[in-house]
């Protein structure tokens, strides 16, 4: 009988799915929902405690709710504005940058509050940025993992935070004081508005802003941590905030979570932008106090069932991927989020330290066998553009300065680099390697299809679904990487490898250079390169950057450690989020996070029948 | 053999087996060669060492395998089953959380398969051999032979997606206000505090994933019964029954349908065993989460303390079902001796 | 003798054959077996299309006469793929049942006759296997050895001999109380011989009779950790893990992960039907 | 003797017309049908019961008579049996004539039955008590059909005493504690030792005798006119043997019943019956009061059953046994199914089956040698 039931369900899924009606336009609803619901696929949220994602632990699941959390703490906020990245007023309303580019003053909003009533001062933030210090165990490179400050002088410890916790936040005592105005110390504050960033090394607006934009800018309530026990220790945190979500300053607060499962969140009653104008507004959309009461985000991992909930109108807006993707296509009722300037860099990389892919003609073999177009077909809808990295278009004049075209399938040209290279027709290759975490349908399709390329010119691929766990072991630190070479395989996918922080060094930083903490699982190093990067850091001469970076980018092109595919507009690659039109007239997507995050801003969704502001 | 005895002789069993358990499942979880820490630290590892050295010293993963699990041995007689990465919590802590959870979509599909099982048994002794019996047969055939992932994805296709009367997952819907947590149990807690809309709305959610359990288990008891009635129907004591002159109803209510209970009872061990394992699939795909959702999580990231925990938790389980199910056998039948 | 076994499976055949279900059963399993080595033997010459190559056809193409189980995100022909996954199941559970025959007979036969201590440390052992987790037990050792259709196998092995165990002691317990046991005793055989040569050959066909109604449990475990992803690597087709990676496309084109699935269920239900009509032939003919 | 005969055309000479017969079973005859073939288990079987008498039907095991008792309470399982020819007129209603409702109404309270095994004829999970008490109760309800309670899980044939309607019958009382008075009064009839311990008890608590005695007991609690007792003392010790067929036999005229025993011991039933059938293959070949049967033996069979009897005073030291075996019951005879064993036998024997015929008024013989 079921047999019977499942035949009739095939059939009739075929007949729906031969028989979906041409989109009819239809009046829109004039309900506009009290409650705003979301479909989202992260990796599920599996702890709640921001200290864990404070300290980018434990990987990667300290995205998930970092995502949403823009809109409850709130830092500076900065767009892609015509190839180039502008920085906007946020909690911050106006800073100075010293001449040698190393000191940095920031004049912070006033009369802001957190959801539960702190107040938002400078001490606040300095705790907070001393506190990253403390859960890195100590470590300089607390930001991003790069030494920005010189920490010699600092001592924060247990001392410290006791002296804190007498002493309040809000009108610190003489004693906390004296430590946080200490001018010795790389960040200190001047009064309760004002704080200072000193750095080592002169460090370009566009490269320290774009830090402070990215997850480690997000400002959260440092008194509520020094109220409910501090932090805990670097491996053994403390638990209370598992359960209990820090207050931020955003247009929502948290009301409930539920692990792996939703996320609940309101209106901030004590939002600074509450009263903000229309012009305002407009100007930073990011500061929109929202326009539905209650917000609930769920996490649903399985595409088909995200997909029937907003079908079925039981969720507002999802995020769809490439599994249904056809089906928004198809529906002119569906509306879906693309990036106007894309910033997920797609690629496969190889390994450069072991046989047979440490030969660089075996790389162009390799990298000019691959169908990219059929790729942006079959795997990205067409949505893609092919692009030479590392950079992608949106950095502007920092993408690819000295326009090298991106490599072409010629199996010709393919082959004959195989032959010079001595393996005719790939004759004496062993098979190569290429790991895929389990459950990437997506990874898999890609691999599929490189693995049916290279079969043309001789090259056999081995795929290997591994657990994500055992993807992500071996790959670390360029040193790590070294060790772990045999494991991290001879071919890698990157499946939208998006920046960490919206500077342009990021993705050199991660890709090419042998300073790479993650992400340069090809393990390639050039002295070039190497010079060139770390112009990044040495100077504040954008020019002089660019000049280096057209050189270095010419040496990766002859060594061809990665083949660079493309950069897609879909928000999430192959996929991105999908609305009702005609429930859901507008929504911006975080202009902070271009290409981190996938997350909607939903206190700047409007409904049709609403006005917009 | 007292009861009692019995019973202590049995939960030494169950400590042997437990520790058993404990051995292979620990042995081979950590005989994996990637590193626990790198793979549970990723790419902070590599930005902070010192964190990583911390980690590893806090859960004594530098020392000999040996010592590892004499820590974990005495953990465990602590009632600590370790620290789980993937939700920075304790590992008893989140069973604690999400076992309620299955136990409830497997207390529901157990309430469907004795629904389904027990008068689709009856027809199938009633109608031996004829066509009702060959239907019913096809049926339960069609449920116990379709992998539980396969049924999860039909009802799903069908309740949710074509019908649109049951919702794609989780535990209760976002509009309904949650129960204050009492027992633990969503169900349960709707009923005591007289919410009903949240108690219908999370019986809704436990109807599918306790569906494709019942579906792919009911077929055993149908089996089951029918085989059992098939014999009772044929024993000296029924006739006896009918030579008294009972009516077929009663003969069959209860002189038959009393004894031919009495082999279900042993099957629950095996029905729990099934559920339990099938829990894995269907609390994954329709997002719901239990313990089968939380043990997918941690087989992918390799959080062996739950691997473990959730092993252990399983099998008492299973001893003590199949522990109970062995009483219960010998008061329903008088005649056997523990 | 042999003229009395003979009339024995003539009467057990017509038994057998006067049940349709049953014959339904058998023409399942013996389709699906020798369709398994039919692809085993001749490869993917014997498909209508390479399952392995893409665009063999337009892609997402509906089941039509070209596809009959239509065609995936990249134009593989799905039937050939479903076709091609036939022989990794019948090895699968050939292996693992075979070995789970040979572990358990050997094991529950030596148990049953020795008795005593070493019957009861065996049979505590078994019990031990008996009562872990099965399926999550072989979940967790697959993934500790890591993907790929040896390692599921020894994973599955460790949860499926100990029933094979209990069942041949069973059987031998009974056949070491016969007369001609204990006339091979008294004529001076040593234990090893008496079991090999008198025991086992007197359980095989009870075993056998359970390993038959077993395989389809086998096919069905094995879809499991296929599903999860533990069983053969892509592009290599299996059908648990077709279900898995075409999940998603259950609304956008069904026909992707319910063809496998119900090829799965067909399968497993034909291999019940043979068991329960193997069952019935011999309890009627008793 | 008062055997019918009239319809297969055989002198009825010695037959009287008979106010006492309970049960007449004339030309029975019934057939197992399975695949392997059509076995006639009983071939036109005629025999009578009267009051209080107890009739012993003998034969060697597969001869029909445990058919020929079941057929009586009609309690055959239907597929495999069939009734294929005959009748069973009890008190002048045909039991094959009735419905399984109706019959229902006879079964335990007209015509009980008492089993070989008492082990397995007893409910494993019931008390003794319950068993006894649940006759007791089919008894009250025959008598009183608006007694019938929620413990029978039957719609009642009259419509029960208006009830409240809000009043949910819930308050199940045990049969046992209804009638417990009355059940130790039965099992006391039987002459169990200390009953109030014993209806506590669990069938497999009680000694094989004990068992036997509670079947008796609960039979006869239903007052039955007749009583089929079938081997009832073949799974019992030799010595509670005697004692069981004793107390029968005493009961018998204590609760004014009939009794039909079915052995396949002569020797039993010469202790106790007052008429003794004699089976062969389906066949009553004979028929006759007890001493009659002992003293003139006439078909050629009970000349050597009787003979098979090892008798004490006679110093027979070998045992005497009939050569050949019972014959095939698939297989379709036209002749007398003795006639391969006989010694005696002639042509005509093989050819024509004999019917029964009165040979004086109290003996009834199958063989037209004699």
Same mark, same amino acid.
């Given at each position: 009988?079921?047999?019977?039931?499942?035949?009739?369900?095939?059939?009739?899924?075929?007949?729906?799915?031969?028989?979906?009606?041409?989109?009819?336009?239809?009046?829109?609803?004039?309900?506009?929902?009290?409650? *705003?619901?979301?479909?989202?696929?992260?990796?599920?949220?599996?702890?709640?405690?921001?200290?864990?994602?404070?300290?980018?632990?434990?990987?990667?699941?300290? @995205?998930?709710?970092?995502?949403?959390?823009?809109?409850?703490?709130?830092?500076?906020?900065?767009?892609?504005?015509?190839?180039?990245?502008?920085?906007?007023?946020?909690?911050?309303?106006?800073?100075?940058?010293?001449?040698?580019?190393?000191?940095?003053?920031?004049?912070?909003?006033?009369?802001?509050?957190?959801?539960?009533?702190?107040?938002?001062?400078?001490?606040?933030?300095?705790?907070?940025? $001393?506190?990253?210090?403390?859960?890195?165990?100590?470590?300089?490179?607390?930001?991003?993992?790069?030494?920005?400050?010189?920490?010699?002088?600092?001592?924060?410890?247990?001392?410290?935070?006791?002296?804190?916790?007498?002493?309040?936040?809000?009108?610190?005592?003489?004693?906390?004081?004296?430590?946080?105005?200490?001018?010795?110390?790389?960040? %200190?504050?001047?009064?309760?508005?004002?704080?200072?960033?000193?750095?080592?090394?002169?460090?370009?607006?566009?490269?320290?802003?774009?830090?402070?934009?990215?997850?480690?800018?997000?400002?959260?309530?440092?008194?509520?941590?020094?109220?409910?026990?501090?932090?805990?220790?670097?491996?053994?945190?403390?638990?209370?905030?598992?359960?209990?979500?820090?207050?931020?300053?955003?247009?929502?607060?948290?009301?409930?979570?539920?692990?792996?499962?939703?996320?609940?969140?309101?209106?901030?009653?004590?939002?600074?932008?509450?009263?903000?104008?229309?012009?305002? =507004?407009?100007?930073?959309?990011?500061?929109?106090?929202?326009?539905?009461?209650?917000?609930?985000?769920?996490?649903?991992?399985?595409?088909?069932?995200?997909?029937?909930?907003?079908?079925?109108?039981?969720?507002?807006?999802?995020?769809?991927?490439?599994?249904?993707?056809?089906?928004?296509?198809?529906?002119?009722?569906?509306?879906?989020?693309?990036?106007?300037?894309?910033?997920?860099?797609?690629?496969?990389?190889?390994?450069?330290?072991?046989?047979?892919?440490?030969?660089?003609?075996?790389?162009?073999?390799?990298?000019?066998?691959?169908?990219?177009?059929?790729?942006?077909?079959?795997? $990205?809808?067409?949505?893609?553009?092919?692009? +030479?990295?590392?950079?992608?278009?949106?950095?502007?004049?920092?993408?690819?300065?000295?326009?090298?075209?991106?490599?072409?399938?010629?199996?010709?040209?393919?082959?004959?680099?195989?032959?010079?290279?001595?393996?005719?027709?790939?004759?004496?290759?062993?098979?190569?390697?290429?790991?895929?975490?389990?459950?990437?349908?997506?990874?898999?399709?890609?691999?599929?299809?490189?693995?049916?390329?290279?079969?043309?010119?001789?090259?056999?691929?081995?795929?290997?679904?591994?657990?994500?766990?055992?993807?992500?072991?071996?790959?670390?630190?360029?040193?790590?990487?070294?060790?772990?070479?045999?494991?991290?395989?001879?071919?890698?996918?990157?499946?939208?490898?998006?920046?960490?922080?919206?500077?342009?060094?990021?993705?050199?930083?991660?890709?090419?250079?042998?300073?790479?903490?993650?992400?340069?699982?090809?393990?390639?190093?050039?002295?070039?390169?190497?010079?060139?990067?770390?112009?990044?850091?040495? !100077?504040?001469?954008?020019?002089?950057?660019?000049?280096?970076?057209?050189?270095?980018?010419?040496?990766?092109?002859?060594?061809?450690?990665?083949?660079?595919?493309?950069?897609?507009?879909?928000?999430?690659?192959?996929?991105?989020?999908?609305?009702?039109?005609?429930?859901?007239?507008?929504?911006?997507?975080?202009?902070?996070?271009?290409?981190?995050?996938?997350?909607?801003?939903?206190?700047?969704? #409007?409904?049709?029948?609403?006005?917009?502001? | 053999?007292?009861?009692?005895?019995?019973?202590?002789?049995?939960?030494?069993?169950? @400590?042997?087996?437990?520790?058993?358990?404990?051995?292979?499942?620990?042995?081979?979880?950590?005989?994996?060669?990637?590193?626990?820490?790198?793979?549970?630290?990723?790419?902070?590892?590599?930005?902070?060492?010192?964190?990583?050295?911390?980690?590893?010293?806090?859960?004594?993963?530098?020392?000999?395998?040996?010592?590892?699990?004499?820590?974990?041995?005495?953990?465990?007689?602590?009632?600590?089953?370790?620290?789980?990465?993937?939700?920075?919590?304790?590992?008893?802590?989140?069973?604690?959380? !999400?076992?309620?959870?299955?136990?409830?979509?497997?207390?529901?599909?157990?309430?469907?398969?004795?629904?389904?099982?027990?008068?689709?048994?009856?027809?199938?002794?009633?109608?031996?051999?004829?066509?009702?019996?060959?239907?019913?047969?096809?049926?339960?055939?069609?449920?116990?032979?379709?992998?539980?992932?396969?049924?999860?994805?039909?009802?799903?296709?069908?309740?949710?997606?074509?019908?649109?009367?049951?919702?794609?997952?989780?535990?209760?819907?976002?509009?309904?206000?949650?129960?204050?947590?009492?027992?633990?149990?969503?169900?349960?807690?709707?009923?005591?505090?007289?919410?009903?809309?949240?108690?219908?709305?999370?019986?809704?959610?436990?109807?599918?994933?306790?569906?494709?359990?019942?579906?792919?288990?009911?077929?055993?008891?149908?089996?089951?019964?029918?085989?059992?009635?098939?014999?009772?129907?044929?024993?000296?004591?029924?006739?006896?029954?009918?030579?008294?002159?009972?009516?077929?109803?009663?003969?069959?209510?209860?002189?038959?349908?009393?004894?031919?209970?009495?082999?279900?009872?042993?099957?629950?061990?095996?029905?729990?065993?099934?559920?339990?394992?099938?829990?894995? +699939?269907?609390?994954?795909?329709?997002? %719901?989460?239990?313990?089968?959702?939380?043990?997918?999580?941690?087989?992918?990231?390799?959080?062996?303390?739950?691997?473990?925990?959730? !092993?252990?938790?399983?099998?008492?389980? #299973?001893?003590?079902?199949?522990?109970?199910?062995?009483?219960?056998?010998?008061? *329903?039948?008088?005649?056997?001796?523990? | 003798?042999?003229?009395?076994?003979?009339?024995?499976?003539?009467?057990?055949?017509?038994?057998?054959?006067?049940?349709?279900?049953?014959?339904?059963?058998?023409?399942?399993?013996?389709?699906?077996?020798?369709?398994?080595?039919?692809?085993?033997?001749?490869?993917?010459?014997?498909?209508?299309?390479?399952?392995?190559?893409?665009?063999?056809?337009?892609?997402?193409?509906?089941?039509?006469?070209?596809?009959?189980?239509?065609?995936?995100?990249?134009?593989?022909?799905?039937?050939?793929?479903?076709?091609?996954?036939?022989?990794?199941?019948?090895?699968?559970?050939?292996?693992?049942?075979?070995?789970?025959? =040979?572990?358990?007979?050997?094991?529950?036969?030596?148990?049953?006759?020795?008795?005593?201590?070493?019957?009861?440390?065996?049979?505590?052992?078994?019990?031990?296997?008996?009562?872990?987790?099965?399926?999550? &037990?072989?979940?967790?050792?697959?993934?500790?050895?890591?993907?790929?259709?040896?390692?599921?196998?020894?994973?599955?092995?460790?949860?499926?001999?100990?029933?094979?165990?209990?069942?041949?002691?069973?059987?031998?317990?009974?056949?070491?109380?016969?007369?001609?046991?204990?006339?091979?005793?008294?004529?001076?055989?040593?234990?090893?011989?008496?079991?090999?040569?008198?025991?086992?050959?007197?359980?095989?066909?009870?075993?056998?009779?359970?390993?038959?109604?077993?395989?389809?449990?086998?096919?069905?475990?094995?879809?499991?950790?296929?599903?999860?992803?533990?069983?053969?690597?892509?592009?290599?087709?299996?059908?648990?893990?077709?279900?898995?990676?075409?999940?998603?496309?259950?609304?956008?084109?069904?026909?992707?992960?319910?063809?496998?699935?119900?090829?799965?269920?067909?399968?497993?239900?034909? +291999?019940?039907?043979?068991?329960?009509?193997?069952?019935?032939?011999?309890?009627?003919?008793? | 003797?008062?055997?019918?005969?009239?319809?297969?055309?055989?002198?009825?000479?010695?037959?009287?017309?008979?106010?006492?017969?309970?049960?007449?079973?004339?030309?029975?005859?019934?057939?197992?049908?399975?695949? @392997?073939?059509?076995?006639?288990?009983?071939?036109?079987?005629?025999?009578?019961?009267?009051?209080?008498?107890?009739?012993?039907?003998?034969?060697?095991?597969?001869?029909?008579?445990?058919?020929?008792?079941?057929?009586?309470?009609?309690?055959?399982?239907?597929?495999?049996?069939?009734?294929?020819?005959?009748?069973? @007129?009890?008190?002048?209603?045909?039991?094959?004539? *009735?419905?399984?409702?109706?019959?229902?109404?006879?079964?335990?309270?007209?015509?009980?039955? =008492?089993?070989?095994?008492?082990?397995?004829?007893?409910?494993?999970?019931?008390?003794?008590?319950?068993?006894?008490?649940?006759? =007791?109760?089919?008894?009250?309800?025959?008598?009183?059909?608006?007694?019938?309670?929620?413990?029978?899980?039957?719609?009642?044939?009259?419509?029960?005493?208006?009830?409240?309607?809000?009043?949910?019958?819930?308050?199940?009382?045990?049969?046992?504690?209804?009638?417990?008075?009355?059940?130790?009064?039965?099992?006391?009839?039987?002459?169990?030792?200390?009953?109030?311990?014993?209806?506590?008890? %669990?069938?497999?608590?009680?000694?094989?005798?004990?068992?036997?005695?509670?079947?008796?007991?609960?039979?006869?609690?239903?007052?039955?006119?007749?009583?089929?007792?079938?081997?009832?003392?073949?799974?019992?010790?030799?010595?509670?043997?005697?004692?069981?067929?004793?107390?029968?036999?005493?009961?018998?005229?204590?609760?004014?019943?009939?009794?039909?025993? #079915?052995?396949?011991?002569?020797?039993?039933?010469?202790?106790?019956?007052?008429? #003794?059938?004699?089976?062969?293959?389906?066949?009553?070949?004979?028929?006759?009061?007890?001493?009659?049967?002992?003293?003139?033996? &006439?078909?050629?069979?009970?000349?050597?059953?009787?003979?098979?009897?090892?008798?004490?005073?006679?110093?027979?030291?070998?045992?005497?046994?009939?050569?050949?075996?019972?014959?095939?019951?698939?297989?379709?005879?036209?002749?007398?199914?003795?006639?391969?064993?006989?010694?005696?036998?002639?042509?005509?024997?093989?050819?024509?089956?004999?019917?029964?015929?009165?040979?004086?008024?109290?003996?009834?013989?199958?063989?037209?040698?004699?």
């Amino acid at each position: 009988m079921v047999a019977v039931v499942v035949i009739a369900v095939i059939i009739g899924g075929t007949a729906y799915y031969l028989s979906i009606p041409p989109p009819t336009p239809t009046k829109p609803q004039p309900t506009i929902p009290k409650l *705003l619901v979301i479909d989202h696929n992260m990796y599920p949220i599996t702890s709640l405690n921001q200290l864990l994602d404070i300290q980018m632990l434990p990987w990667p699941n300290y @995205m998930a709710f970092t995502h949403f959390q823009t809109l409850v703490s709130v830092n500076l906020t900065s767009y892609f504005k015509e190839g180039r990245i502008e920085f906007l007023p946020c909690l911050a309303t106006s800073w100075e940058i010293s001449e040698d580019g190393k000191t940095y003053i920031f004049h912070l909003r006033e009369g802001v509050k957190f959801d539960n009533g702190d107040p938002f001062n400078s001490y606040n933030v300095w705790v907070q940025f $001393y506190g990253f210090y403390w859960l890195a165990s100590n470590g300089s490179n607390f930001m991003y993992g790069l030494s920005l400050f010189d920490v010699r002088n600092v001592e924060y410890g247990p001392a410290t935070v006791e002296i804190l916790n007498r002493s309040g936040l809000a009108n610190p005592t003489t004693e906390a004081l004296a430590i946080m105005e200490d001018k010795s110390w790389p960040i %200190y504050c001047e009064g309760p508005y004002k704080i200072v960033f000193r750095l080592a090394v002169p460090f370009a607006k566009e490269f320290f802003f774009g830090m402070l934009t990215g997850h480690q800018g997000l400002l959260y309530d440092a008194q509520y941590l020094l109220d409910h026990g501090g932090y805990g220790e670097p491996a053994n945190l403390n638990p209370y905030f598992n359960e209990h979500v820090f207050p931020g300053t955003g247009p929502y607060k948290v009301d409930e979570v539920a692990v792996n499962s939703y996320v609940k969140f309101s209106k901030n009653p004590n939002y600074w932008g509450n009263q903000l104008s229309k012009a305002e =507004i407009k100007a930073n959309a990011m500061l929109d106090p929202g326009h539905v009461d209650q917000v609930v985000v769920n996490t649903k991992l399985d595409d088909f069932t995200r997909y029937t909930d907003l079908a079925t109108g039981q969720a507002h807006m999802a995020a769809i991927l490439s599994e249904n993707w056809r089906l928004v296509k198809a529906n002119l009722n569906f509306s879906y989020a693309a990036f106007e300037t894309p910033a997920r860099n797609i690629a496969v990389v190889m390994n450069t330290v072991i046989f047979p892919t440490n030969i660089t003609k075996v790389r162009l073999a390799i990298a000019h066998a691959i169908d990219y177009d059929r790729i942006i077909e079959q795997v $990205y809808f067409g949505q893609a553009v092919r692009y +030479f990295g590392p950079n992608t278009p949106n950095y502007g004049t920092f993408y690819n300065p000295g326009k090298l075209p991106p490599y072409q399938r010629d199996l010709d040209k393919a082959r004959r680099y195989l032959e010079e290279a001595g393996f005719p027709n790939g004759k004496g290759l062993p098979s190569l390697e290429l790991k895929i975490g389990s459950g990437d349908t997506i990874g898999m399709l890609f691999a599929t299809i490189v693995q049916e390329n290279l079969g043309e010119i001789g090259i056999d691929v081995k795929i290997l679904s591994l657990l994500p766990a055992l993807i992500n072991a071996p790959v670390g630190s360029y040193q790590f990487n070294l060790e772990h070479a045999e494991e991290i395989g001879h071919l890698r996918l990157n499946g939208g490898y998006a920046p960490d922080f919206l500077s342009p060094s990021n993705f050199w930083l991660a890709f090419v250079s042998n300073r790479s903490l993650w992400g340069n699982t090809g393990i390639y190093s050039s002295p070039k390169v190497e010079w060139a990067v770390d112009k990044f850091s040495q !100077t504040a001469n954008t020019a002089e950057i660019i000049e280096a970076l057209k050189i270095a980018e010419e040496q990766i092109w002859n060594d061809a450690p990665i083949a660079w595919v493309c950069t897609t507009k879909l928000w999430m690659t192959a996929g991105s989020y999908v609305w009702d039109n005609r429930i859901v007239k507008s929504v911006e997507f975080d202009p902070n996070w271009t290409g981190v995050t996938d997350s909607p801003l939903f206190n700047t969704v #409007i409904f049709v029948g609403e006005e917009s502001p | 053999m007292s009861r009692l005895s019995y019973v202590v002789r049995r939960m030494l069993l169950a @400590m042997f087996v437990l520790f058993g358990v404990a051995l292979i499942t620990f042995t081979l979880t950590h005989a994996i060669s990637a590193n626990p820490v790198v793979a549970f630290l990723g790419k902070a590892a590599s930005i902070h060492p010192e964190i990583a050295q911390a980690y590893i010293e806090r859960f004594h993963l530098n020392e000999p395998l040996y010592i590892q699990f004499w820590y974990y041995i005495v953990g465990v007689l602590r009632g600590d089953l370790g620290y789980s990465w993937t939700r920075g919590a304790y590992v008893s802590n989140v069973i604690a959380q !999400t076992l309620p959870n299955t136990l409830q979509i497997v207390f529901f599909a157990l309430l469907m398969t004795l629904a389904l099982g027990i008068p689709l048994g009856i027809l199938s002794c009633r109608y031996y051999n004829r066509s009702p019996d060959h239907g019913i047969r096809a049926f339960y055939l069609a449920g116990i032979c379709s992998p539980a992932f396969f049924v999860a994805l039909v009802l799903l296709l069908l309740f949710s997606y074509f019908l649109r009367v049951l919702p794609t997952g989780g535990i209760i819907s976002v509009e309904v206000a949650r129960p204050q947590r009492v027992t633990g149990f969503i169900i349960l807690d709707s009923l005591l505090e007289g919410n009903w809309a949240a108690l219908v709305d999370t019986v809704k959610h436990v109807l599918m994933p306790s569906m494709a359990l019942a579906l792919g288990n009911f077929g055993y008891l149908v089996r089951l019964l029918r085989s059992s009635l098939l014999e009772v129907m044929q024993t000296n004591y029924v006739r006896t029954a009918r030579a008294k002159g009972l009516s077929e109803r009663t003969v069959f209510l209860k002189h038959a349908l009393r004894n031919a209970l009495v082999p279900v009872v042993t099957l629950a061990a095996l029905m729990t065993m099934w559920l339990v394992g099938s829990a894995i +699939f269907v609390e994954n795909i329709f997002a %719901y989460p239990g313990v089968g959702h939380y043990l997918a999580q941690a087989l992918g990231n390799l959080d062996y303390a739950a691997i473990l925990g959730i !092993t252990l938790v399983f099998t008492t389980m #299973i001893v003590l079902v199949n522990l109970v199910a062995d009483i219960l056998y010998t008061v *329903l039948n008088p005649a056997i001796e523990l | 003798m042999i003229r009395m076994r003979r009339t024995k499976i003539s009467r057990f055949l017509k038994l057998y054959t006067s049940n349709v279900s049953a014959c339904v059963g058998f023409s399942i399993a013996a389709g699906f077996v020798i369709l398994a080595l039919v692809v085993a033997l001749g490869g993917y010459w014997v498909l209508p299309y390479n399952p392995l190559k893409q665009n063999v056809g337009p892609a997402f193409s509906p089941p039509s006469w070209e596809h009959p189980f239509g065609t995936d995100q990249v134009g593989r022909d799905l039937f050939s793929r479903v076709l091609y996954a036939t022989p990794n199941a019948l090895f699968v559970s050939a292996v693992i049942i075979g070995w789970a025959m =040979i572990i358990g007979m050997l094991l529950g036969s030596f148990s049953a006759y020795h008795g005593g201590r070493v019957d009861e440390i065996l049979m505590r052992v078994t019990d031990l296997f008996l009562a872990l987790p099965g399926l999550i &037990l072989a979940i967790a050792i697959s993934v500790a050895l890591g993907p790929g259709l040896n390692n599921m196998m020894y994973a599955l092995m460790v949860g499926w001999w100990p029933a094979y165990a209990r069942m041949a002691r069973g059987e031998a317990l009974r056949i070491s109380r016969y007369d001609f046991i204990e006339a091979a005793r008294a004529a001076g055989l040593g234990s090893g011989k008496i079991v090999l040569n008198h025991v086992i050959p007197n359980l095989v066909t009870t075993i056998m009779i359970y390993a038959t109604v077993d395989f389809g449990q086998v096919i069905m475990v094995y879809a499991g950790l296929s599903y999860l992803g533990l069983s053969v690597q892509p592009p290599m087709p299996d059908w648990g893990a077709m279900v898995n990676y075409y999940q998603g496309y259950v609304v956008s084109a069904p026909w992707l992960p319910l063809f496998p699935g119900l090829v799965i269920a067909i399968v497993v239900v034909g +291999f019940g039907l043979l068991g329960d009509g193997i069952r019935d032939a011999i309890e009627s003919q008793t | 003797m008062p055997l019918n005969l009239k319809h297969n055309g055989a002198t009825d000479e010695g037959a009287k017309p008979n106010k006492d017969i309970i049960v007449d079973v004339q030309d029975l005859s019934v057939v197992y049908k399975s695949r @392997m073939g059509v076995v006639r288990a009983l071939d036109a079987v005629s025999l009578s019961i009267e009051n209080n008498k107890l009739v012993a039907v003998v034969g060697e095991s597969g001869c029909g008579k445990s058919t020929l008792a079941l057929s009586i309470i009609r309690l055959l399982p239907m597929p495999p049996a069939e009734f294929t020819g005959g009748k069973i @007129m009890y008190r002048g209603v045909d039991l094959l004539d *009735l419905d399984e409702d109706n019959m229902l109404s006879y079964r335990g309270t007209e015509i009980a039955m =008492i089993f070989q095994e008492p082990l397995s004829s007893l409910n494993p999970v019931y008390r003794m008590g319950d068993q006894v008490a649940e006759a =007791i109760a089919v008894r009250e309800s025959r008598v009183q059909p608006s007694l019938k309670k929620a413990y029978f899980y039957d719609k009642p044939s009259i419509s029960p005493p208006p009830r409240s309607k809000f009043t949910l019958n819930i308050k199940r009382r045990s049969l046992f504690s209804e009638y417990e008075d009355r059940v130790i009064e039965a099992l006391k009839l039987v002459r169990i030792p200390d009953p109030e311990h014993v209806v506590r008890r %669990y069938a497999f608590e009680l000694s094989g005798g004990m068992r036997q005695r509670v079947m008796i007991a609960m039979a006869l609690s239903e007052k039955p006119s007749l009583l089929i007792a079938d081997e009832p003392t073949s799974a019992i010790d030799v010595t509670t043997q005697a004692q069981v067929l004793k107390l029968m036999k005493n009961l018998m005229d204590e609760v004014k019943t009939s009794i039909l025993l #079915i052995t396949h011991d002569l020797a039993v039933a010469s202790q106790v019956a007052d008429q #003794i059938a004699v089976m062969y293959a389906g066949d009553v070949v004979e028929f006759a009061d007890v001493y009659e049967l002992f003293s003139h033996p &006439l078909h050629p069979y009970t000349k050597g059953l009787v003979a098979c009897i090892p008798s004490g005073f006679k110093d027979e030291r070998t045992l005497t046994s009939i050569p050949g075996v019972v014959p095939d019951l698939r297989t379709v005879y036209s002749g007398c199914k003795f006639a391969p064993r006989c010694s005696s036998a002639t042509s005509i024997c093989r050819q024509k089956k004999p019917g029964l015929r009165y040979v004086s008024p109290t003996h009834v013989l199958a063989c037209d040698l004699a």
